[in-house]
């Protein structure tokens, strides 16, 4: 297991940012891919972005390419998503996951409890 904690959600106007921050446990973060989903009521979890164990590859959903970036700090055992220009489609709660492919482009084996984003028009 990989306790994930995410932080950062709250309400926002439309145009606004957030930062969201999702903290991990264990001495092995910085051996998984990461990364971050969004899941809103009667819909499935949507992919927002991941990111490889080292940083360097990065992957984004068409829908936040150009507005969103997800980052990481393994000395922090942290990983990041910067949310600028906010739409209100942009509602959701936003979800952490980490997976054992370091690799991974959908990390999904371990997932945080979630951390509400709601941006008003």
């Known amino acids: 297991q990989v306790p994930l904690v995410e932080s950062g959600g709250g309400l926002v106007q439309a145009g606004g940012s957030l930062r969201l921050s999702c903290a991990a446990s264990?001495?092995?973060?910085?051996?998984?891919?990461m990364g971050w989903f969004r899941q809103t009521p009667g819909k499935e979890r949507e992919f927002i972005a991941a990111?490889?164990?080292?940083?360097?590859?990065?992957h984004y959903a068409d829908s936040v390419k150009g507005r969103f970036t997800i980052s990481r700090d393994n000395a922090k055992n942290t990983i990041y998503l910067q949310m600028n220009n906010l739409k209100p489609d942009d509602t959701a709660v936003y979800y952490c996951?980490?997976?054992?492919?370091?690799?991974?482009?959908?990390?999904?084996?371990?997932w945080g409890q979630g951390t509400q984003v709601i941006v008003s028009s």
């Open positions: 996951a980490a997976d054992q492919n370091p690799y991974s482009d959908y990390p999904s084996d371990y």
């Open positions: 990111i490889s164990w080292s940083g360097g590859d990065t």
């Open positions: 264990g001495r092995t973060f910085s051996n998984y891919a």
